[in-house]
C-alpha cells in the first residue's frame, strides 16, 4: 500500500519561500506519475507540477512556472516542491499524489482522476 506523507508547509511574507516534502512507502513501480495538487477553500484540487518518474519529464502550471521547482530523491523515496518567490495567491493546502500509470510519452497530466494515492496535505500561508 503506498503511503505519501507532506511536511515542509508554513507561513511565510510575499517573496519567500518554502520547501515541500513528501515521503513515500509502499511504491514499487519503477516508472510512474508524481504531482503536486494545492486546494483553496470550496475550490477543486489542481495541478502545479508534475514528474514522470523514469524519465523526469516535468510540467508546471502557468501560475507557478520559474517560481516552483519539483524533484525527487530516489534514493530516499522523497518527492520535493521548491517554492520561490511566494505570492499571497499561493495560499493555499498543498498535496503530493502518485498514479501507478505513465503516459507512453510527454509529461505526466496534472488532473486529479488520474491520482490514485494521496497524502493528508500540508498548509501553505502567504502574506502579504
Known amino acids: 500500500q503506498v503511503q505519501l506523507v507532506e511536511s515542509g508547509g508554513g507561513s511565510v511574507q510575499a517573496g519567500g519561500s518554502l520547501r515541500l516534502s513528501c515521503a513515500a512507502s509502499g511504491i514499487t513501480y519503477s516508472n510512474y506519475c508524481m504531482g503536486w495538487f494545492r486546494q483553496y477553500p470550496g475550490k477543486e484540487r489542481e495541478g502545479v507540477a508534475t514528474?514522470?518518474?523514469?524519465?523526469?519529464?516535468?510540467y508546471y502550471d502557468d501560475s507557478v512556472k520559474d517560481r516552483f521547482t519539483i524533484s525527487q530523491d530516489n534514493a530516499k523515496n522523497m518527492f520535493y516542491l521548491e517554492t520561490n518567490n511566494l505570492k499571497p495567491e499561493d495560499t493555499a493546502m498543498y498535496y503530493c499524489?502518485?498514479?501507478?500509470?505513465?503516459?507512453?510519452?510527454?509529461?505526466?497530466?496534472?488532473?486529479?482522476?488520474?491520482?490514485?494515492?494521496w497524502g493528508q496535505g500540508t498548509q501553505v500561508t502567504v502574506s502579504s
Open positions: 514528474i514522470a518518474i523514469g524519465r523526469s519529464s516535468t
Open positions: 499524489a502518485v498514479s501507478a500509470y505513465l503516459p507512453l510519452g510527454g509529461s505526466c497530466p496534472n488532473l486529479r482522476p488520474y491520482y490514485r494515492y
